[in-house]
Every structure is written in structure tokens, then in C-alpha cells.
């Protein structure tokens, strides 16, 4: 048996909590974060950088589609007889809530602690925890396969992950001075 809190299941069990969870704390971490300031705005950014204000409603589609995905998974450690599949589901679950909390660090980290160079460290751990959850996940018997809710958060992530990278590598010493 899995050592994931009971509570944790319980969370993901409920359908509008599994969705609106991950949505709302994301959007509390945004709100919290100061996006547009001076460091930021002075920052060299690599191509293809997406504007601003797409961030939001991609991050809250995908912080949906992640918490249904949870929640399918839930259904399976719940109803499932079988040990071995029960145990996968909860697995599953214990990475689902470790790269959430790896997705919310993210935002303070790059922003408000301006640190890219950490929180690259920390979105490509995110993004290896998220494909292992995916993998895993993927597995399962749901009624929807969760393939297809998560394809899309490796998708962004790997992009997100560009960015980030981007970030550090066209700003380290910048001007010979260090900005990260």
C-alpha cells in the first residue's frame, strides 16, 4: 500500500475539487507574483516567446485537465480490487501531487526570488516527474485515458522548459554583470 494521505485521495476522489483545486492555487501563486517588474521586463527573451497574457488561460486549461486526469486516476486506486493496479493508481497519485507542488514552486522562484538558472533546475525536474506521472498514468484502466488530458502539460511543459532555459542562457553575465 501506497504511504499517500488518505486526504490526498479523498481530494482528487471529488471531480469539481480534483479540477478547481490545481486551478485555483495556481491562479493564488499567479496573483501572487509580481510577472511585470523591472527584471523581468529587462530580461533578453529566446524566439518564439509566446505574449504575456497567453499564460493565464493555458496554465488554467491545463491545471484542469491535470486535476480530471487525477481524479480518474483516484476512481481506479478507490474501486480497484486488484493490489497491484490499486497501488499503481496511488503511485500515480503521489507523483500527481509532487509535481504540483514542483509547478507552484516554479512561478516564486523565477519571479520573485529571480533565480531562472533554480528554476530551471526545478521545471526539469517538474517536466521528467510529469512524464514518469503520464507514463504511469497511462497504464491504468480509466474510463478516459489520461494520455490525452496530459499530453498537452509535457507538451507545454518541454516548451515552458525552452523558455526557462532560454532565459538563463541568453542573460547569464549579461553586460558583465549577473542578472541571475
Same mark, same amino acid.
Given at each position: 500500500?501506497?504511504?499517500?494521505?488518505?486526504?490526498?485521495?479523498?481530494?482528487?476522489?471529488?471531480?469539481?475539487?480534483?479540477?478547481?483545486?490545481?486551478?485555483?492555487?495556481?491562479?493564488?501563486?499567479?496573483?501572487?507574483?509580481?510577472?511585470?517588474?523591472?527584471?523581468?521586463?529587462?530580461?533578453?527573451?529566446?524566439?518564439?516567446?509566446?505574449?504575456?497574457?497567453?499564460?493565464?488561460?493555458?496554465?488554467?486549461?491545463?491545471?484542469?485537465?491535470?486535476?480530471?486526469?487525477?481524479?480518474?486516476?483516484?476512481?481506479?486506486?478507490?474501486?480497484?480490487?486488484?493490489?497491484?493496479? &490499486?497501488?499503481?493508481?496511488?503511485?500515480?497519485?503521489?507523483?500527481?501531487?509532487?509535481?504540483?507542488?514542483?509547478?507552484?514552486?516554479?512561478?516564486?522562484?523565477?519571479?520573485?526570488?529571480? &533565480?531562472?538558472?533554480?528554476?530551471?533546475?526545478?521545471?526539469?525536474?517538474?517536466?521528467?516527474?510529469?512524464?514518469?506521472?503520464?507514463?504511469?498514468?497511462?497504464?491504468?484502466?480509466? &474510463?478516459?485515458?489520461?494520455?490525452?488530458?496530459?499530453?498537452?502539460?509535457?507538451?507545454?511543459?518541454?516548451?515552458?522548459?525552452?523558455?526557462?532555459?532560454?532565459?538563463?542562457?541568453?542573460?547569464?553575465?549579461?553586460?558583465?554583470?549577473?542578472?541571475?
Amino acid at each position: 500500500m501506497s504511504a499517500l494521505p488518505s486526504f490526498l485521495v479523498d481530494i482528487a476522489r471529488i471531480p469539481a475539487v480534483a479540477v478547481g483545486l490545481p486551478i485555483a492555487i495556481g491562479g493564488l501563486v499567479g496573483y501572487n507574483v509580481n510577472t511585470k517588474n523591472a527584471w523581468y521586463a529587462s530580461l533578453k527573451q529566446p524566439p518564439a516567446n509566446p505574449p504575456d497574457w497567453a499564460f493565464g488561460p493555458v496554465w488554467t486549461i491545463l491545471y484542469g485537465m491535470m486535476g480530471y486526469a487525477s481524479h480518474l486516476v483516484a476512481e481506479v486506486a478507490v474501486k480497484n480490487i486488484d493490489p497491484a493496479t &490499486r497501488d499503481t493508481a496511488l503511485g500515480a497519485l503521489g507523483l500527481y501531487y509532487a509535481q504540483l507542488a514542483l509547478n507552484f514552486a516554479w512561478m516564486p522562484l523565477f519571479f520573485s526570488a529571480k &533565480r531562472p538558472i533554480v528554476a530551471l533546475a526545478d521545471i526539469g525536474v517538474l517536466t521528467a516527474t510529469v512524464f514518469a506521472m503520464t507514463d504511469i498514468m497511462n497504464v491504468l484502466p480509466t &474510463r478516459v485515458p489520461t494520455f490525452y488530458l496530459l499530453a498537452p502539460y509535457c507538451g507545454w511543459l518541454c516548451y515552458a522548459t525552452y523558455l526557462n532555459g532560454g532565459i538563463a542562457y541568453l542573460n547569464w553575465n549579461a553586460k558583465g554583470e549577473r542578472k541571475l
